[in-house]
């Protein structure tokens, strides 16, 4: 099982190609983390980045079929679009 979730963890469903899941586990983007303000999107960075800044992604513009949220939910893996839903409600209940 924990095999099968660091496998979910470093995929994704394209938005344009919900009936494919995407996963590289030897991949450096399996390092890229959400951010409600990325310094990259699917096409690449969105603005200079420092030496030493985090590469960041808003995991919001994934896709999200329901057979992907079924296998996630069914090994307790939250999906892209739960991650960056998670991380608003956090951020908008700081005060």
């Given at each position: 099982?924990?095999?099968?979730?660091?496998?979910?963890?470093?995929?994704?469903?394209?938005?344009?190609?919900?009936?494919?899941?995407?996963?590289?586990?030897?991949d450096?983007g399996?390092?890229m983390?959400?951010?409600?303000?990325?310094?990259?999107?699917?096409?690449?960075?969105?603005?200079?980045?420092?030496?030493?800044?985090e590469?960041?992604?808003?995991?919001?513009?994934?896709?999200?079929p329901?057979?992907?949220?079924?296998?996630?939910?069914?090994?307790?893996?939250?999906?892209?679009?739960?991650?960056?839903?998670?991380?608003?409600?956090?951020?908008?209940?700081?005060?």
């Amino acid at each position: 099982t924990e095999e099968i979730q660091i496998f979910l963890r470093q995929g994704f469903v394209l938005p344009n190609a919900d009936d494919v899941f995407y996963s590289n586990p030897t991949d450096a983007g399996r390092f890229m983390n959400h951010s409600n303000a990325p310094t990259c999107g699917p096409d690449g960075t969105l603005r200079d980045i420092q030496t030493g800044e985090e590469l960041t992604m808003d995991y919001s513009f994934h896709g999200n079929p329901e057979w992907y949220q079924s296998i996630c939910q069914k090994y307790s893996v939250l999906t892209e679009r739960q991650v960056a839903q998670n991380l608003r409600n956090e951020s908008s209940n700081i005060i």
